[in-house]
Each structure stands twice: as C-alpha cells, then as structure tokens.
C-alpha cells in the first residue's frame, strides 16, 4: 500500500490563483514513491501553462491516463506530447468512438478531435485496456466500470456514430484511477458517467479494500435532478469516506448537497490546490 502521495489540480473549472487558469476540463497529477501519473489533460494547452506556473517538470511524468474520449478530458494532449516525449498513454479502445451530444437540437461533436495515428505521430504509445491494469505499484486503471445501480444512468442525449449509423452512447469507455494507500483507497473520476456509487464500489472490489480515503473529480450531476442528486449521495454518504473533492462537472447543487451532509469532509479545490497524504503534508 501506498503510504504517501501527491494530487495536484492542474486543470478544472475554477481558479484563484491570478497566474492560472481555468477551463471546462480537469487534469489531476499523481505523484507517488513509485512514479508519476497525470489523469486527463484538459481541453487545450491549460495544462503545460499551469504546470509551468507551479513549477511542476512535465517532462517527469511517466504515464497518462484517460479517463473517457470527451474533448475536456482529452482535448491538451497534443499539447503535453511537446513537453513529454514517448509518453505512454493508458485508455479504454472505445475511445476513439466519434462522440456527439444533442443540444437545442443539433448533433454537437464532444469527441476527440484526432485520429489515434495523428497523436502516435507525435510520439504518444497508446496502451488500450478495457479491463482493470496495475499501472504502477498499487495505482490501477479501472477498465470498464460494470453499471449496477439502476439510478445511475446515461442521458439519452449522448450518442456515438457506429458506421453511418447514431446510436445511445453508454460511454463505456469511462474508466477511473485507483490507488491503494494506509489510509484507504483514493479514487479520481473524470467526469464520472459511470456514477460515482458504481465507481467506488468497483474499486472496492477490485482492491477488496472496503475504506475510501478520498473521492476527487467529476460526477457529471450538474444538470441531473434533485432527486438523481440526493440519491447518490446519500449512497455515497453509506460509504464513508473520509473526504471527497468535488470538480469539474459536478455542479452547485451537488455541491451544496455533499457539503450539507458531510461538512468538513468535503474539500473544495480550485487550479493548482493539491491534496498530499503522508510524508508529502
């Protein structure tokens, strides 16, 4: 188990810090003893700014994960291959699937902008996986996140292009990062469509940890209902976890929903705040 880390935002919807910036996106970097990992990269070149604003060597990161195929997750890869050459990059295979989503009724392209030969040109080594991998000592890629929950569910406006063909968009791609640590397992999500109750449960059982130290990352509940809201976080409330940091596409009231039930364990972090654990405080 892993007895310190590091999480430090370096992209997500909301800054203070005058030198950063933010934008619709999120990108958390995870430094262990064993290594470092950057989780999604943001929209554009928000990332490599930041990091280069925290002082932060880009060039010492030694994976990437993606967490789905969404343009503010995956959007500042081109940008971060500059700066990390020969950059090994974990993701599910769908997600290069061409994205869309309907608003005010026209098919918007949310999706990757990019052929996967185009990114492989700029030195990016792909390793896609759809089930559960151990990346580094005790830090797992979840694979796909198996969908139990029957109040945890895909807005019918996402939809994929399957040959000339458009069809509900499950977004099996979606996968999160897993870190097994002495004080329980420390669990990011992108933007979590697989909802966060599946994705802390399916870490629970691919770590046969039962203590959650830290939730961080989206929760895709900006725009659910009230009733979708409290149900997951009452279950997540079931679950104990020690502390969670809501981002990027959670949304106010979910937001206000968690911190009305957990208080002082829900950490609210904006562009360049980092979490440490360990030796790392």
Same mark, same amino acid.
């Given at each position: 188990m892993l007895s310190e880390i590091k999480l430090t935002?370096?992209?997500?919807?909301?800054?203070?810090?005058?030198?950063?910036?933010?934008?619709?996106?999120?990108?958390?970097?995870?430094?262990?003893?064993?290594?470092?990992?950057?989780?999604?990269?943001?929209?554009?070149?928000?990332?490599?700014?930041n990091a280069k604003m925290l002082g932060i060597e880009l060039s010492d990161i030694d994976k990437i994960v993606l967490s789905h195929g969404h343009f503010d997750m995956v959007g500042g890869l081109p940008y971060l291959l500059r700066e990390i050459p020969k950059a090994i990059i974990y993701s599910?295979?769908?997600?290069?699937?061409?994205? @869309?989503?309907? %608003?005010? *009724?026209?098919?918007?392209?949310?999706?990757?902008? /990019?052929?996967?030969?185009? &990114?492989?040109? $700029?030195?990016?080594? @792909?390793?896609? %996986?759809? *089930?559960?991998?151990?990346?580094?000592?005790?830090? /797992?890629?979840?694979?796909? &996140?198996?969908? $139990?929950?029957?109040?945890?569910?895909?807005?019918?406006?996402?939809?994929?292009?399957?040959?000339?063909?458009?069809?509900?968009?499950? &977004?099996?791609?979606?996968?999160?990062?897993?870190?097994?640590?002495?004080?329980?397992?420390?669990v990011l999500m992108g933007c979590g469509h697989s909802g966060p109750v599946n994705t802390v449960k399916h870490a629970m059982r691919l770590t046969n940890e039962n203590k959650i130290h830290l939730l961080m990352g989206g929760m895709h509940l900006q725009s659910a209902s009230d009733d979708k809201i409290s149900h997951i976080i009452n279950h997540l409330v079931d679950l104990q976890p020690d502390f969670i940091a809501p981002l990027h596409?959670?949304?106010?009231?979910?937001?206000?929903?968690?911190f009305n039930q957990l208080h002082e364990k829900i950490k609210l972090m904006n562009v360049g705040d980092h979490y440490s654990m360990g030796s790392s405080q």
């Open positions: 935002i370096l992209c997500e919807n909301r800054v203070v810090n005058p030198n950063l910036i933010a934008e619709q996106g999120l990108s958390i970097l995870v430094e262990t003893s064993q290594g470092k990992v950057l989780f999604d990269t943001g929209q554009t070149d928000t990332v490599v700014h599910h295979p769908n997600i290069f699937h061409k994205k @869309f989503k309907i %608003k005010d *009724k026209e098919r918007v392209d949310i999706g990757i902008r /990019w052929e996967k030969s185009d &990114i492989e040109e $700029l030195g990016a080594i @792909f390793i896609l %996986k759809s *089930k559960p991998k151990e990346i580094l000592p005790d830090v /797992w890629i979840s694979g796909e &996140i198996p969908r $139990l929950t029957d109040y945890e569910t895909i807005d019918e406006t996402y939809q994929e292009q399957i040959l000339e063909s458009y069809i509900h968009d499950e &977004i099996h791609d979606d996968m999160s990062l897993i870190m097994k640590t002495e004080q329980g397992l420390v596409c959670c949304g106010f009231r979910c937001i206000n929903y968690l």
